[in-house]
Structures are given as structure tokens and as C-alpha cells.
């Protein structure tokens, strides 16, 4: 059965739970598939992309990219970068990909392992089993480390939200 939708689109399933134990951010790190997860104050949780919402994240992320090499001056961050930028150390969230300015990187390049640096831009592409609390937590995090943009996708209804830092979305 579908599930209701919620104000912007956004559904009222939830992320799966599952460990009981508590990691650290250096723990969930060295996770061997730790990319499937977010670490929510020290629970790992399952990421349920839906296809929809997969595809449309990384047909923005494409046109990024292409935008970049006409315009030299940032990186893309990949989908499923843990961003550990986030005053709560058992947080580790991964957003659908996002931007991030040449010279906010320490060596012009984005690290081997988690982003510590908040990105210029952030997106999120809503799927069916995102509940909506949690985008919106996701959002405010994000502006309150840092984040100039967050981008929120609702492939369901075709349309994008934009958050910034002064209140205005």
C-alpha cells in the first residue's frame, strides 16, 4: 500500500535500524560498507535510495560537474560522502551529492576519506522511504555547520526546495 504523503512530498517511512551497539564516527568510518549507512548519534542506519530519486540526484550531480569544467573553481561531492561536520560527534549523515569551492579544500582536492569541511552546496533527493522529520533535520544540521545551499528534491512531485543560511528557502 502507499504510504501518505507528508508536507513537500516527502513520505512517513523511516530509515531502517540495524545495531544495537553504539559506533563512534571513527568507528562507522572504517565500516567495510559503511557507504550504505548513516550514522545517526551512534546508530547505524540503512540509506533507502528509490530509483527515482537516485537517478534524479545524479543527473544534477552530472550537470555540476559539466558546469564546473566550463567554470574551473570547485569539486563535486559525491553521493554517499560521510560529512563529518556536524557538532554532534555520532553523526555522520550523507547527503545526494553537493559542491564544494576550490579553496575551501586544503590541497584542492577532497580528502580520502570523510568531508570535515562544510560543502558551499548540499542535496537531497527525497525517496519514498525518507521520513519527512528527518530531511528536515538533515537541512537544519547543514545550514547550522556551515552549508551556504541545501537543495531538497522531490522527484514525486518534480519539484526542489532551496535553504539558506538566512532563513529564506
Not at 573553481?73 to 554517499?80: A, C, K, M, R
Not at 550523507?94 to 569551492?101: E, L, N, P, W
Request: hydrophobic share 40%.
Amino acid at each position: 500500500a502507499a504510504r501518505p504523503a507528508l508536507a513537500g512530498g516527502a513520505y512517513t517511512g523511516t530509515m531502517t535500524q540495524l545495531a544495537e551497539r553504539l559506533y563512534s564516527a571513527e568507528e562507522f568510518e572504517r565500516l567495510p560498507d559503511a557507504e550504505a549507512f548513516e550514522l545517526d548519534d551512534g546508530v547505524l542506519k540503512e540509506r533507502c535510495m528509490g530509483a527515482e530519486s537516485e537517478g534524479v540526484a545524479i543527473d544534477l550531480i552530472v550537470e555540476l560537474k559539466l558546469f564546473l569544467r566550463a567554470h574551473p573553481g570547485g569539486i563535486v561531492v559525491p553521493p554517499n560522502t560521510g560529512l563529518r561536520i556536524l557538532a554532534n560527534p555520532r553523526r555522520v549523515p550523507r547527503a545526494d551529492g553537493g559542491y564544494i569551492s576550490a579553496e575551501r579544500l586544503p590541497a584542492g582536492r577532497l580528502p580520502r576519506g570523510e568531508l570535515t569541511i562544510a560543502p558551499d552546496l548540499l542535496i537531497e533527493s527525497v525517496s519514498p522511504g525518507d521520513a519527512a522529520e528527518y530531511v528536515d533535520r538533515k537541512v537544519e544540521e547543514y545550514i547550522g555547520a556551515g552549508v551556504r545551499l541545501v537543495w531538497v528534491l522531490q522527484p514525486a512531485t518534480r519539484t526542489a526546495m532551496v535553504y539558506r543560511p538566512d532563513g529564506t528557502v
